[in-house]
């Protein structure tokens, strides 16, 4: 039989370093969820992506155990690593912070494909070269991709 779920926590931890403090103790604990027994599992399947941000969506079921999902990082966060700049632009339609190439977009929405919701690259890449130009970054390169 199938266990019943009592909820589901969405949290953005660094990957290798969920630890209890805030916000994973505080959300875990809300729940009634084991805090350690969430953080060694999390930080052993997330030993290859040391330091990058990793959302992850946790199952949480009445019986007080757990399920949990990674997704890949976030967009701003691939683009900020790409591009090698240290924030977005607190005015992204006045102040440009840094340029990225429509190959570099291309790599990130290959990435992104899985947690997006659209079913060819070429819309992800719209997708991707949206968020960058929102945070003060120029699209730099070839045209845009053609979709139907």
């Known amino acids: 039989m199938a266990k019943e779920v009592a909820g589901l ?10 630890n209890p403090a805030p916000p994973v103790g505080p959300a875990l604990g809300a729940k009634g969820v084991n805090i350690m027994e969430f953080c060694k599992q999390f930080n052993a399947r997330t030993q290859d992506k040391m330091g ?11 019986d007080k155990s757990f399920d949990f ?5 976030p967009a701003a966060v691939q683009i900020v690593d790409q591009t090698k700049i240290k924030k977005g632009s607190s005015e992204p339609n006045r102040v440009k912070v840094g340029n990225i190439s429509w190959d570099q977009i291309r ?8 947690d997006m919701n659209c079913f060819v690259v070429d819309s992800a ?8 130009r929102s945070m003060g970054v120029t699209v ?4 845009a991709p053609k979709t139907k």
């Open 107 to 114: 790599t990130i929405a290959e990435d992104k494909m899985p």
């Open 52 to 62: 990058k941000v990793t959302p992850v969506v946790i199952t949480v079921y009445s």
């Open 140 to 143: 730099k390169g070839g045209v």
């Open 125 to 132: 890449m719209k997708m991707v070269a949206g968020t960058a």
């Open 69 to 73: 999902v990674l997704k890949t990082p």
């Open 9 to 18: 926590i969405k949290l953005q931890i660094k990957g290798g370093a969920a």
